[in-house]
């Protein structure tokens, strides 16, 4: 079995609450809102657990900062509130904490802005709110010297969504952290955000726009090497699609096939390396190949057929594989009876009748589906991506819905489409999180493209939509 990108350090800390804040803007909740929600709900829980007359709040530049503002507001009508912005205000990053410092000011809250630490004894609570999910590596100034001084004080600590510092070699001594939405850390208390627990596992852009992004330096092979195993002298159409896919994604793409599929894709595009066969179908000595050690994941199974000699052969190939492996169509049938094959460096692509030819009945109302979608991952330990009006991932932990998508992705070739754009990705990515994105993708360049003909559009139509797709969720 292959070996996996590892998942992001500190995920849920820092990697999925980006995901969820910039899906829940996509899909009507705006930063602002989330902000006051968090701050009002802080200040509530300061105020009914905290018998507290002077507080100092302590702000960063980021959100966590803007935060803190909200909080200051709504505590200054119960308690003597001092702010401290520990840069100066022309940083603050974003415009909602921009707007809430402003208000804050025509509020008559005591602001204090100064790198330089300006703290006493004589409060009782600290509320820190300088750095949130977004810190990495060591603190830097002005904070290190804030969160030494305030370690210093005996004084209790009120963390906002984290104590800052966490996880470096300077965290702050928080008596209490306040998390937002989900815990961050160990003994945290969890307050709502406002943010529905649907829309919270909805794939949006954000589970694009955090995906790996080439480097200015990087250089050929590091934005990422997939192998598309399939194809077939009745489908030569099938391996096209999921390879063009992921060439306008990764850095080589090579497609391993029959002789006449070759020359077909040969004809088709300059973009795609060609490693062919004197056969009709896939055989054993294709996926034998030395090439598929030296890419970063394979998809194995698109147009491929369902000979005895292809079946061997891909069951082999999954056996053998030496990197995470997307297993779409004959691929998927090939694993009947040979279900020991699926484990975490595997995901499979199958839409309903797929499924159920491997697990049995899916049920037909959705959460009862999401159930037993999530049940069979976590039994086999893989990803399973389920096509569908409502597509549902899931990898046994963590499962996700997409709601991108129409009525003319039905057409042939989509499925494909999908599979080298999830290739693609888990090049360089963990494979759930690239199922997310390419899910989330995919079906969104079908609703562009079906926004302009309705449902008169072939898979060709998406693959030339989805890198604008791709740029737009980059810049969202």
Known sequence: MGQLVDRWPHRVMTMDMRIIDTNARYFGLPPRILMENAGRGIADYVRTNFDAGKVAVVCGSGNNGGDGFVIARHLSEHADVHVILVQDPAKIRSQEARDNYELLLASNVKVTASPTPKLHWNYDLIIDAMLGTGVSGSVREPYASYISMINRLDVPVVSVDLPSGHGTDLPIKSDCTIS????????????????????????????VKFLHRRHKLAHKRQGGVVAVVGGSNTYHGA???????????????????????????????????IESQHAPTITRPLVDSPTLSAVNCILCGVGAGRTHDTIEALQHLCECATVPLVVDADGIYALKGRLDLLDETVCITPHAKEFEQLFGQLPEEIDERTKSVEQVAKRYGCTIVLKGATDIISNGTETWHNITGNEGMTTGGTGDVLA?????????????????????????????????????????????????????????
């Open 180 to 207: 937002l939405h989900q815990a961050k850390v160990d003994g945290a208390v969890v307050l709502p955000l406002g943010i529905p627990s649907p829309l919270s596992r909805r794939c949006g852009p954000g589970n």
């Open 239 to 273: 391996p096209a699609y999921a390879s063009l896919t992921a060439a306008s994604i990764c850095d080589l793409v090579y497609v391993l096939c029959p002789e006449r599929v070759g020359d077909a894709l040969r004809s088709m595009s300059p973009d795609l390396i």
């Open 420 to 476: 080298g754009c999830i290739a693609a990705f888990a090049a360089t990515n963990p494979l759930f999180e690239s199922a997310l994105g390419a899910t989330f993708a995919v079906g969104r360049a079908g609703d562009v493209v079906h926004a302009n003909k309705e449902t008169y559009f072939t898979a060709s139509d998406v693959i030339d939509a989805l890198p604008g797709v791709l740029a737009f969720c980059r810049k969202y």
